[in-house]
């Protein structure tokens, strides 16, 4: 597609349950990143793809967090049993490494408009 | 371990005066890609600006440009001719491995949220 897209927009879950969001990168790109970001904070790193394969999940928060990319291109954050502090926007993004090309056209990372989930 | 830090939780500027935004990192990789994004009120991330490690000039994107020092390993992001749509959270990001297809994770800041003043 034109740009990364996520779903759903927004999600609204009691505690307890198990919640799936979904990011369809740009259309190439071989990285794909998650982050988490609360409010009126920063992002904090949750884990990134290369092709299908995750070389660093060190930034999932706990064991109830997990994902997965298939076919190099769209990737599922799940997150099982929810609890109210994972309550955040969800934001994925892409890029597409080109050797000796500089942003934008290489190199550059694209963001999703996020998930917004609200855990009660 | 990669880390970045932005000190400056929250700036004013006047309008149409120029600002610099803080930004320090930290990485043991000679090789590596800096970044500015900015974060307006509806959620989105801009990306404004890329320094590469081994680029010899620093970068300018319009009204952007980013002072790299790289003995300091800080990486400034410097608007010049502030305007009231300029008002946003910035974010500083760092990419590792940027030489090779190998690095791909990036970390950003805290952020530093920027007021522009009338």
């Known amino acids: 597609g034109a740009g990364v897209s996520q779903s759903p927009s927004n999600k609204v879950t009691e505690k307890g349950k198990d919640v799936e969001l979904r990011c369809d990168p740009i259309?190439?790109?071989?990285?794909l990143y998650w982050y988490r970001q609360s409010l009126g904070q920063g992002l904090e790193f949750l884990i990134y793809?290369?092709?299908?394969?995750?070389?660093?999940k060190s930034g999932l928060p706990s064991d109830r967090f997990s994902a997965e990319r298939t076919g190099g291109s769209v990737s599922t954050l799940t997150i099982q049993r929810t609890q109210q502090e994972d309550s955040a926007v969800y934001l994925c993004a892409s890029s597409h490494f080109l050797s000796g090309r500089r942003p934008p056209s290489g190199n550059t990372i694209y963001f999703g408009e996020g998930s917004w989930l609200t855990v009660v | 371990a990669q880390k970045i830090t932005q000190t400056q939780p929250g700036m004013f500027v006047q309008e149409k005066e120029a600002v610099t935004l803080d930004c320090t990192y930290d990485?043991?990789?000679?090789?590596?890609?800096l970044f500015w994004y900015k974060q307006p009120s509806s959620g989105e991330m801009i990306f404004l600006i890329y320094?590469?490690?081994?680029?010899?000039q620093n970068a300018t994107e319009g009204r952007y440009s980013l002072n790299f020092q790289k003995a300091r390993k800080s990486a400034n992001l410097v608007i010049s001719a502030s305007q009231l749509g300029d008002s946003a959270m910035y974010f500083c990001?760092?990419?590792?491995?940027?030489?090779?297809?190998?690095?791909?994770?990036?970390?950003f800041g805290a952020g530093t949220r920027l007021f522009v003043k009338a």
């Open positions: 320094q590469g490690s081994y680029d010899q």
């Open positions: 990485t043991s990789d000679p090789s590596y890609g």
């Open positions: 990001a760092m990419r590792e491995g940027e030489v090779n297809t190998g690095g791909f994770k990036t970390i």
């Open positions: 259309s190439g790109h071989t990285a």
């Open positions: 793809f290369q092709g299908n394969s995750a070389p660093d």
